[in-house]
């Protein structure tokens, strides 16, 4: 399967700072990429579709100005928690849609681990 | 957001036994897909099913596609240890660039 990595893989921060997850897609391009965010024993919740070389698309009750997206090329998509606090702690996911005919396979990156302390 | 239904919750089975879960829908989905999910990690692409009826087999693993379009199936044949994680099933209608997610299963086994 196609391959799709996250850095870091667990992050640990002060509260007020701001935190950088990179989102790659190493061996296709992707013209679309996904974050997610997973609280503990419960589903994938989406937080917003980051289209490369335009504003990324967010879920309800998603605060664009907290969670900055940016997908610049179609192998990177970041994202930023900007002025983290305890509550945004959780494991945030990506994933990006490989084409197949007019549907796509979505492959996940590995997740990233933030606590805010 | 909207999720599938996906039943069971959780599993506790014994080694070697056969597994099933499926998941519904009250629409109807133009992909089916079928995720693994070990702790700590992203979910992992298993299978995925693009027309209705098709059966579809990855080793042990075997998904299909509803015929109505609104409900999919996964099952794992004589299991075994490594297969334990969380299972999610996910669909796409046509046209929507997002998945719609299961709530998962749980699975558990018992050496």
């Known amino acids: 399967g196609a391959v799709v990595s996250q850095h870091p893989s667990w992050v640990i921060c002060k509260s007020g700072t701001s935190v950088k997850i990179e989102c790659r897609s190493l061996d296709f391009q992707a013209t679309t990429m996904f974050w997610y965010r997973q609280f503990p024993k419960q589903s994938l919740m989406l937080m917003a579709t980051s289209n490369e070389g335009s504003k990324a698309t967010y879920e309800q009750g998603v605060e664009k100005d907290k969670f900055l997206i940016n997908h610049a090329s179609l192998t990177l998509s970041t994202l930023t928690v900007t002025s983290a606090h305890p509550e945004d702690s959780s494991f945030y996911i990506c994933?990006?849609?490989?084409?197949?005919?007019?549907?796509?396979?979505?492959?996940f990156g590995e997740g990233s681990r933030l606590t805010v302390l | 957001g909207q999720q599938l239904n996906q039943s069971p919750q959780s599993m506790f089975i014994q080694e070697g036994e056969d597994v099933s879960m499926n998941c519904t829908s009250s629409?109807?989905?133009?992909?089916w897909l079928w995720y693994k999910q070990d702790p700590g990690e992203g979910p992992v692409l298993l299978i995925a099913l693009y027309k209705a009826g098709e059966l579809t087999s990855n080793g042990r693993l075997t998904a299909q596609f509803g015929i109505t379009r609104k409900d999919s199936f996964l099952n794992i044949s004589a299991s075994i240890p490594s297969d334990v994680g969380i299972y999610f099933c996910?669909?796409?209608?046509?046209?929507?660039?997002?998945?719609?997610f299961g709530q998962g299963t749980r699975l558990t086994i018992n050496p």
């Open positions: 994933s990006a849609r490989r084409l197949v005919t007019n549907t796509g396979e979505l492959f």
């Open positions: 996910a669909g796409q209608r046509w046209g929507a660039q997002k998945l719609v």
């Open positions: 629409s109807i989905f133009n992909t």
